[in-house]
């Protein structure tokens, strides 16, 4: 398997295998992924509702679970053997186990502007102020849309724009959904208009292609037709910058000169895999980083990928690096010029 690092490299096409598990559920998936070869993972901490509308669970309030969201680094070409180990060996072919997932990474030299769609699905990322996670998890439920999981996060307003003269709410949260591409549309109309997207300061919307997926509960009514011949145009990718805890502000004071106006950041940590040197433990030490999202336009992204290799943290572990995700489509007054 690969490290991050190598997501920068242009011989091969790479993809992040994404797991969603039942916190608790990680370790395991760590020491199996160590088994099959991989040396490095980030988790991230989120809630997730369940698959399925459940009154007695609502009433209860056990229809929220605590999740592990695990990302791994893999090529394209093996990722779908992946999917199937940890198909297998965690039994995601059945409810409520876990899904498993693979998001192609975009850079220069591969589809940085446009991408044939491989599955009937993708993941609808949106960003908005803590204070509405609630209303927004049962707005979607109530509308039909099930597997949503959320990451607390902190907005960077006031790091990039530190004498702006408008309060902006910090405290956020990252929303992911999976849901078919036929689908996509009406979820986004619907959060647009209940959520005001298009007014500032409310939250952005993101879709990213989903390559390869396991675990899934699949609705019959469903629509998972699709034309793969079909090309989707790129119109920004996310860049996921990974920094020691703490460098997010030293990191996005470098990038602002290069036109950043925005970014999100998520608390991650990273699991080194391989055992430590004695051969004591199963599994190293681990080590937490900044996750640094910035939605941006596809030469800017370039630009971020290319500062960050040059810097250096006083606290890091390992050197920084940032991957980007190919971004299909967008809503939000932010996400209009957000990274620009």
Not at 57 to 62: G, K, R, V
Not at 255 to 262: C, E, N, Q, R, T
Request: contains cysteine.
């Amino acid at each position: 398997m690969i490290n991050y690092s190598e997501l920068s490299s242009h011989d091969d096409t790479y993809c992040i295998l994404g797991i969603i598990v039942n916190r608790g559920q990680g370790k395991k998936i760590f020491q199996f992924a160590r088994r099959i070869g991989f040396s490095k993972a980030n988790c991230l901490l989120g809630e997730g509702r369940s698959s399925r509308s459940n009154r007695i669970l609502e009433f209860l309030a056990l229809d929220e679970v605590d999740k592990e969201v695990i990302l791994l680094g893999v090529k394209s070409q093996q990722g779908q053997e992946m999917l199937s180990k940890l198909e297998k060996e965690f039994n995601f072919d059945k409810p409520n186990k876990g899904i498993a997932f693979m998001m192609p990474v975009s850079y220069p030299g591969t589809f940085d502007r446009e991408y044939v769609p491989e599955s009937p699905y993708v993941n609808v990322m949106i960003i908005l102020n803590e204070n509405v996670a609630d209303d927004f998890g049962n707005f979607v439920q109530e509308h039909g849309f099930s597997g949503l999981t959320m990451i607390k996060a902190r907005g960077a307003a006031s790091i990039i724009h530190p004498l702006m003269g408008i309060q902006v709410e910090s405290a956020k949260v990252v929303a992911m959904m999976i849901v078919p591409r036929s689908k996509m549309e009406h979820l986004i109309y619907l959060v647009s208009q209940r959520f005001n997207l298009a007014t500032e300061n409310t939250g952005v919307l993101a879709v990213q292609p989903i390559s390869r997926l396991v675990g899934i509960v699949q609705d019959e009514k469903d629509d998972l037709s699709m034309n793969p011949s079909a090309p989707e145009p790129i119109i920004k990718q996310m860049v996921v910058a990974l920094v020691p805890h703490g460098s997010a502000e030293e990191y996005l004071h470098n990038v602002k000169k290069l036109g950043v106006s925005g970014s999100t950041i998520i608390h991650s940590r990273l699991a080194n895999l391989s055992p430590n040197s004695e051969g004591l433990l199963p599994i190293g030490i681990d080590a937490e980083e900044d996750m640094v999202i910035t939605l941006a336009s596809h030469e800017l992204a370039s630009k971020i990928r290319h500062e960050l290799s040059r810097q250096t943290f006083e606290n890091q572990v390992e050197k920084p690096y940032a991957f980007s995700f190919p971004v299909i489509r967008t809503e939000g007054i932010r996400a209009e010029g957000f990274g620009e």
